[in-house]
């Protein structure tokens, strides 16, 4: 004779579902906030506290490195790569879906972990170092090791992985339709900010973005790049919600 299940485990584990797929949301609100909190005390320190006799802006400083604004944009990137790991490690009851996606999940989670390393341990600016203490400008006949434009080689590498798992974008875009989309916003935003708009920072740095205007810039540019990460992490946590609360498998 069968013994009838625990309506209490049930009520449980039907308690720590709901938990799990209302998690997206109160981790997207969390870190939307945290987003204006900083770019709001960036501001205020600029504007009101005056910035060149501020200590509050050295320390908040959007476009600066080493400091909490940039160790915050890392932790994003972290948290968004073990989102990923997380949905790698799983999977999901449909193998038909689960199959031909977990090397791209693997794939998104490196390529996020080491954007948050290089956000916080700032790799490619050391390796630019690097560059110049071994004269490579001079061996690549006067450029540095990419000089400035190392989001030219980021692109690059993006765009070969978006021919090579273009098959598995499709599958994601078919069975994920509405986290596709917003997945689709935050990546635009984020690469506006942090490709667009620095390059436009850069191109008219002298003849336009100065004093106050440059303020209102780097808010603009640093504050749309933090949104993009906050947006990245709605839909990523939705499938990982997902892949939490069915069952694995095993292969």
């Known amino acids: 004779m069968n013994a009838e ?26 870190f939307l906030a945290f987003d204006g909190v900083f770019v709001a005390v960036y501001l205020f320190s600029a504007f009101v506290l005056h910035a ?22 890392g932790i994003q990137l972290f948290v ?5 790991f997380v949905v790698w490690s799983r999977l999901v009851p449909e193998r038909r879906k689960i199959t ?8 998104l989670g490196i390529g996020f972990a080491y954007l948050s390393a290089d956000e916080i341990g700032q790799i490619h600016e050391q390796l630019s170092y690097a560059g110049y203490l071994l004269h ?11 000089g400035d434009r190392w989001e030219w080689l980021y692109l690059a590498i993006g ?25 689709v916003v935050g990546f635009v935003l984020l690469f ?17 973005f100065f004093g106050w205007r440059e303020y209102l810039e780097i808010a603009f540019e640093e504050g749309i790049e933090m949104v993009g990460a906050t947006i990245l992490l709605l839909p990523v946590f939705r499938v990982l919600s997902q892949a939490v609360t069915s069952p694995p498998e095993t292969q």
């Open 80 to 84: 968004i790569a073990i989102a990923f």
């Open 192 to 208: 506006f900010g942090a490709f667009v708009m620095e390059a436009i920072h850069i191109r008219f740095h002298r003849r336009f």
């Open 136 to 146: 490579l400008n001079a061996r690549l006949g006067g450029h540095a090791l990419f």
């Open 100 to 107: 031909p996606l977990r090397p791209l999940w693997l794939l």
């Open 5 to 30: 299940p625990d309506p209490n485990l049930l009520d449980a584990t039907d308690a720590q579902r709901q938990a799990w797929l209302k998690l997206p949301e109160r981790i997207f609100w969390t």
């Open 52 to 73: 060149q006799h501020s200590k509050l802006f050295l320390f908040v400083n959007l476009d600066a490195e080493a400091n909490p604004p940039a160790w915050y944009s």
């Open 159 to 183: 765009v070969i992985l978006l021919i090579a798992f273009w098959k598995q974008l499709a599958l994601v875009s078919r069975d994920w339709r509405s986290e596709s989309i917003w997945f």
